[in-house]
């Protein structure tokens, strides 16, 4: 964020307090509310909460079970936990929540004030993320803007001659952490005003995967640093009335790279000039918005509600040269930085109108228009290919849009128990410099809700929707030409149904079911090439069951099928293809949980999910599929408390997770395993693995 933004970010912040008018601060003088507390409530003064600490477990060693949770590693660790509050007679209170302390998932959240007068808040936490299982790679200098390849490093056409290669692997573990601390203050300076102001600092470090090479011959997979900042401010000031409320937003963002380029060596022997290649990562950017919302209840059967907002994101990061190659990389470039623009504009408008035309008949409506206006300047550029094939000039693309939104809904509550529902939507969207400039789709749907017996509700839903899109364009900007017949599927002609079922039933008092389904069909009847079909079903069955008031038990079961088919015609040789994909999900569960006796809790949960995808490519000629993806996912957990008296008590958690996948892509592929292709080595997830957790838990 540069010097002029940082200024005005704190001018906003310390002159919006002085906007409101002084005669609405409140008073000095203490007001007396002795008398307004409950006399059957109970209220808790002082400190209390809970401490629950302890040593934990973990069997195996596995990146993918320690996704999130930041338990990758075959070991002990300590566990730290808890929740700590207070309350006082003039209103104070602060609230602090804690969990996984002592681990790379730790998080933490407090606040703090006086009821009615302000409030403090900050929170801290850690998101650990393994982007590769089983990775290796040569490069030395991980996580810098420079990798280079070991000194007896023998460079050849292929992977296959690349003698050093099965010495120089070394395991590089692909992980990323997010860390996020947050801060808020919130002001009331009288009944009506408000003020709110929140701060966030987001750091993101570790590596990922990156590829760049000669893509007509060779190919290099390898780690990239990343090192991301991220600052958020958001402030609002707001006025609640009787009838009325207005908040007027300022929100600002800049985000850093602290690593903005990446060199490396090539490790395949290619043409002069092309012994190392550079790539520039992802941009420094910053964005604006200004807004205002608000709501206006003139009477018990009007409501207006509405938001505007303008913005205005940039970027204007110094351009690297076309390529690294001396032979063209003292080309000049149109300018030194991209100098992007993009103005960005929203307006909501909701009303709601209670009419009693027929009885009970309520009316919506809502406008949403969206603009995104791309101020960037177009110039010609000749990038080189693959760092070696000069190309003919051609401009940029700052693409912009204009979206147009209408909606339209009626409800009807025909007798106590039928609820008729109905409405319209409609969705105009104007692009430019795209292969579409318009499409237009219009939505219609219908809702029955039934209550025929008080164990009973019933829910049907029906939608259909079409999208028409004007005539395929090809842009002449230099660019590969696509194949006329192409429908790219988010612009294309499309007819689309969907359907969702529910029903809730309660034959016994303590015995609950829930049933839903879900299904969505698209049709792209005009797209020669292209997405043709989408088909999507989902089946759930939900119980539930109340042994008694202290103890019950659950269980689940969802099915989900996704199918899809596309066409498609290969290169030049005008070979047309067809593709199906099969992907079905089925998971089901069970678990208990309660107090079986006054000192003892038990809570057991199981989770069984199988997935399986299955595609097939066909041209004519009998080719097999390729073999079916699968993942295979068995989780367990238990939980027994026990309290030893009124303050102490201990805790046992135990979780089993055992995970097995398989993906042709990577399985048996190893780093060398395509000839053109220096990779990763990356293999499918496969593991078991056992967390135990013994506490001590404190009350005080």
């Not at 906007?19 to 509310?33: N, Q, S, W």
């Not at 070991?75 to 929740?83: A, N, Q, V």
Request: a negative charge; charged letters at 25%.
């Amino acid at each position: 964020m540069n010097v002029m933004a940082t200024r005005l970010l704190w001018s906003l912040l310390l002159v919006t307090p002085a906007l409101v008018p002084a005669g609405e601060m409140p008073a000095d003088t203490d007001i007396d509310t002795s008398r307004w507390l409950c006399s059957l409530c109970i209220y808790p003064l002082g400190w209390f909460g809970i401490l629950d600490f302890g040593p934990g477990h973990v069997s195996d060693s596995s990146t993918k079970f320690g996704d999130y949770r930041g338990l990758e590693k075959k070991g002990g660790f300590l566990s730290l936990d808890g929740d700590t509050h207070y309350r006082g007679n003039d209103g104070q209170y602060f609230d602090l929540y804690a969990q996984n302390l002592a681990i790379d998932s730790r998080q933490f959240e407090m606040r703090g004030g006086r009821q009615g007068r302000f409030e403090v808040r900050l929170a801290y936490n850690e998101i650990p993320k393994y982007r590769g299982h089983g990775t290796q790679t040569p490069f030395l200098g991980l996580g810098s803007d420079r990798l280079n390849l070991p000194g007896d490093w023998v460079r050849a056409p292929l992977t296959g001659g690349m003698a050093a290669l099965d010495q120089s692997l070394a395991d590089t573990p692909l992980k990323t952490t997010r860390k996020t601390l947050d801060a808020g203050l919130t002001l009331k300076f009288a009944v009506k005003w408000s003020y709110r102001v929140d701060f966030e600092h987001q750091k993101k470090d570790g590596t990922r995967p990156f590829g760049a090479g000669l893509f007509l011959s060779n190919t290099t997979h390898f780690p990239a640093p990343v090192d991301f900042t991220t600052n958020q401010f958001d402030m609002a000031l707001e006025h609640a009335g009787e009838r009325s409320n207005l908040s007027f937003g300022f929100t600002a963002s800049a985000f850093e790279n602290g690593t903005s380029t990446i060199t490396w060596d090539n490790p395949f022997l290619s043409s002069r000039g092309t012994e190392s290649f550079r790539a520039d990562l992802a941009p420094d950017n910053e964005y604006y918005q200004f807004n205002l919302t608000g709501a206006f209840t003139p009477s018990p059967k009007l409501r207006f509600s509405g938001r505007a907002a303008i913005g205005r994101m940039k970027q204007d990061d110094p351009l690297l040269p076309y390529t690294i190659n001396p032979q063209y990389s003292d080309w000049p470039l149109p300018r030194t930085s991209l100098d992007g623009k993009i103005d960005t504009s929203t307006l909501n408008l909701a009303g709601k109108l209670t009419a009693r035309l027929a009885r009970r008949l309520d009316l919506t409506a809502r406008i949403r228009l969206d603009e995104r206006d791309n101020k960037t300047a177009v110039d010609l550029w000749t990038p080189v290919l693959t760092d070696l094939v000069p190309t003919p000039g051609r401009p940029n693309r700052p693409y912009s849009f204009e979206r147009e939104k209408y909606e339209l809904e009626l409800r009807w509550r025909a007798r106590n128990r039928i609820r008729l529902m109905g409405g319209i939507r409609q969705q105009n969207i104007e692009r430019s410099l795209q292969s579409v400039e318009e499409t237009k789709e219009r939505t219609h749907w219908g809702e029955v809700s039934l209550n025929p017996w008080a164990v009973a509700q019933f829910r049907v839903k029906l939608e259909s929707s079409e999208r028409d899109a004007s005539p395929y364009i090809q842009l002449e900007d230099g660019g590969p030409l696509e194949n006329p017949l192409m429908r790219k599927f988010h612009l294309a002609d499309r007819d689309r149904d969907r359907a969702i079922i529910e029903l809730d039933l309660s034959p016994l008092e303590r015995l609950g079911i829930s049933l839903s389904y879900f299904s969505a069909d698209d049709e792209y009847s005009n797209s020669v090439v292209g997405l043709q079909k989408s088909e999507a079903q989902t089946l759930s069955l939900d119980l539930n069951y109340a042994i008694n008031s202290s103890m019950s038990l659950h269980a689940f079961l969802n099915q989900e099928e996704i199918d899809s088919e596309l066409s498609s015609i290969s290169g030049d040789s005008g070979v047309a293809w067809n593709a199906t994909t099969d992907d079905s999900i089925t998971t089901v569960g069970f678990g208990f949980s309660g107090k079986i006796s006054e000192k003892v809790s038990l809570g057991f949960d199981w989770v069984s999910s199988d997935a399986n995808g299955k595609v097939l490519t066909e041209s004519g000629q009998g080719e097999d599929p390729f073999p079916t993806l699968r993942s295979d996912l068995r989780n367990a957990r238990v939980h027994v408390s026990y309290a030893l008296s009124d303050q102490w008590g201990m805790k046992l958690y135990a979780e089993h997770e055992k995970y097995k996948s398989e993906d042709w892509y990577v399985d048996e592929l190893g780093p060398d395993g395509m000839s053109a292709v220096l990779t990763l080595g990356a293999v499918s997830p496969d593991y078991s693995v056992t967390v135990l957790r013994l506490l001590a838990s404190y009350k005080f």
